[in-house]
Structures are given as structure tokens and as C-alpha cells.
């Protein structure tokens, strides 16, 4: 919010903020994990910008009462289909992956994740003591939205898509493929190449450069765009967006971290990133969005880091005290 403030000063807006409570906050309120009310205001504002919903506290809870219940149902309501999900190396972060520098240098890729579709919402899905059954249900018309976004994405940057399934197996998959490639059709220009997920999981670490834009399915799009976190050392370094046909969805692409929860130790880069994307995405204010990142980039720079990217000869700083620096930085941009 802070960030927000001083960017709308510069820019001659103003944010209005409302906030509303979701997951296990909401839980613990309203015994739901979210209100239609909230589902309304998020329906009706010009962005969303979300906090992490789970936490042990609620993981012994029935199904449609769990936290990631709100999350989920937020996503359908706003009809946010498309995630993009970019994973960027800083270079004064190269030693904090657990790869080698050489191999995750210079590491700038996107992930689009299909967000409402697949196995997370597929039916039937039910458990029993004996059975547990999902569905992973794909519609060619999904396919294709999402197949857009990926593909106009990577006109913007390297003209380079991949697109990850596991067609040799899921009929979901095979589908997914065909109508990618039908997609395809419409943009020339673009290099599109099919990869298997397993395969694409061990290539991620193996010479992870050789991706620019993956487009994917909920599920795989999940794992593989947390495993891309780690090539930039933390998950609190990665932002996303949520797309669709109104409001975009802003969040941070990591969890609640409850173990570190009111300790004023957490990583606060991912949502500030996010932040960077609302700007671009929702409002058009690209010479902003890229003022936040430029100033994030000059923080880490200068040595400052949160405990989960801290290296030998670094300075510690908390939450409050990244934000802040942050926030200084960007002033002296804007």
C-alpha cells in the first residue's frame, strides 16, 4: 500500500483500498472461506491484490471449508483464467539458487498457467475411506484462451513458447496439444515447441535458459512455475498476475509462512513485484511498473536481504526495513 501511495502520487492518482477477509482468516470469522460479499467487492474493484489463505491451523478441515476453498472460488468468480507467473534472476542473486551461477544466469522466463480449469476444478472429485477420485477435464475453448495469452506474450518478448502436457499419457493432455497447435497456426512469427512435464521439470534445472514463455494446465503450471522459483533463490522472489475478463488478481506466488508469521522476517519482494504487474496490467502504468522493479533490483544491489536469501557478507533486514528501502529507492526514480 505503501508502494501503491507513492506511485499514485507521482502518477496524479489516487488508490482507494478496501479490504476484505479470505481463507483462514475468514474461517475463523465467518466460518466460510469467503463471503459473497467479498467474491461482489473483488467483482466490481479495478484490481485485487490478494495475501496467502492456508495454514496448519485449518488443514484437518472438510474439503469446501479449507482455506484454498477461497482462493479458488475468487478465481472462477473473476474469471481469471490466465496466471502469469514471471521468474527473473537478479544478478546480485546468482549464489542464492541452489544451482550454479553460470547455470542460472541471466534466467528471465514467464510461466501461463491455465488458473480455472483441469484437475483442480474437474468432476466428479471425491474421497472416501477406500477411493479418492479428480478429474482433469480440459474444454478445447479453455485451451485456446490460454493458448492466446501465452502466445501474444511471447510476441512481446523472445518469440519462443513451450508449451508443457503430458500428452504421451492424459487425454486432456492430447487435446491440449492439438489445440495449441491449431493456435499456433495464427501466429507465424512464434516458435512453439511441445514438451512433455517430466521432461520439462528435469530441463528446468538441468539448462534452464533455453525457456522464455511456457504455457501449461493448472496442476503442472503449479509445480512447475514453484519449482522455477527456486532458480531465483527464494518463492518471496516471485510475483504473479491472474487474468481474465475483468479485475486482474495480484498476489505473491508464495504461502502464508506461518512459522514465521508476525515475526517481521518474511521476504516482501514477491508482493511488491506483484504490485509492479497490477501497475502494468490494470492500470496501464508501465514506466512505473518497471520504476518498482528497477528498485528492487537496486535494493538487492546494495546487499540488503530477508533471511531467505541471505549469503555470506549480506546485511539482514527485516520485512518493515525491505519494504522501506524499497519504497526510498523508488522515490529517488519517480
Not at 91 to 99: G, H, K, V
Not at 292 to 301: K, M, N, T, Y
Amino acid at each position: 500500500m505503501k508502494i501503491l501511495t507513492a506511485v499514485g502520487t507521482r502518477a496524479g492518482l489516487q488508490f482507494d483500498f478496501e479490504e476484505h477477509l479470505i481463507g483462514g482468516a475468514c474461517i475463523d470469522a465467518h466460518g466460510i472461506p469467503i463471503e459473497d460479499i467479498t467474491l461482489k467487492a473483488c467483482q466490481e474493484a479495478d484490481a485485487v491484490f490478494l495475501g496467502a489463505v492456508g495454514g496448519p491451523k485449518w488443514d484437518m478441515l472438510p474439503g469446501h471449508l479449507r482455506p484454498e476453498k477461497g482462493l479458488l472460488g475468487l478465481r472462477k468468480a473473476m474469471g481469471c483464467y490466465a496466471n502469469l507467473r514471471p521468474a527473473k534472476v537478479f544478478p546480485a542473486l546468482e549464489s542464492a539458487s541452489t544451482l550454479r551461477p553460470e547455470v542460472v544466469r541471466g534466467i528471465d522466463l514467464l510461466v501461463v498457467r491455465e488458473l480455472t480449469g483441469g484437475i483442480y476444478f474437474g468432476e466428479p472429485k471425491t474421497v472416501d475411506a477406500d477411493c479418492g477420485i479428480d478429474t482433469m477435464l480440459y474444454t478445447a475453448p479453455e485451451v485456446r484462451r490460454i493458448a492466446i495469452v501465452a502466445f501474444e506474450a511471447a510476441g512481446l518478448r523472445k518469440k519462443k513458447l513451450i508449451s508443457v502436457d503430458k500428452a504421451n499419457v492424459l487425454a486432456s493432455s492430447q487435446l491440449w496439444r492439438k489445440v495449441v497447435d491449431d493456435v499456433a497456426r495464427e501466429y507465424p512469427d512464434i516458435s512453439l515447441e511441445h514438451m512433455l512435464v517430466d521432461n520439462a521439470a528435469m530441463q528446468l534445472l538441468r539448462n534452464p535458459a533455453q525457456f522464455d514463455v511456457i504455457v501449461t494446465g493448472n496442476m503442472f503450471g503449479d509445480i512447475l512455475s514453484d519449482e522455477a522459483s527456486m532458480l531465483t533463490g527464494s518463492l518471496g522472489m516471485l510475483p504473479s498476475a491472474s487474468l481474465g475478463g475483468g479485475a486482474g488478481l495480484y498476489e505473491p506466488v508464495h504461502g502464508s509462512a506461518p512459522d514465521i508469521a508476525g515475526q517481521d522476517k518474511a521476504n516482501p519482494l514477491a508482493a511488491i513485484g506483484s504490485i509492479a504487474l497490477m501497475l502494468r496490467h490494470s492500470f496501464g502504468l508501465e514506466e512505473e511498473a518497471v520504476a518498482i522493479e528497477s528498485a528492487i533490483a537496486r535494493v538487492l544491489d546494495d546487499g540488503f536481504r530477508t533471511l531467505d536469501i541471505l549469503s555470506d557478507g549480506d546485511t539482514l533486514v527485516s520485512t518493515t526495513s525491505m519494504g522501506d528501502r524499497v519504497l526510498s529507492v523508488l522515490n529517488g526514480i519517480i
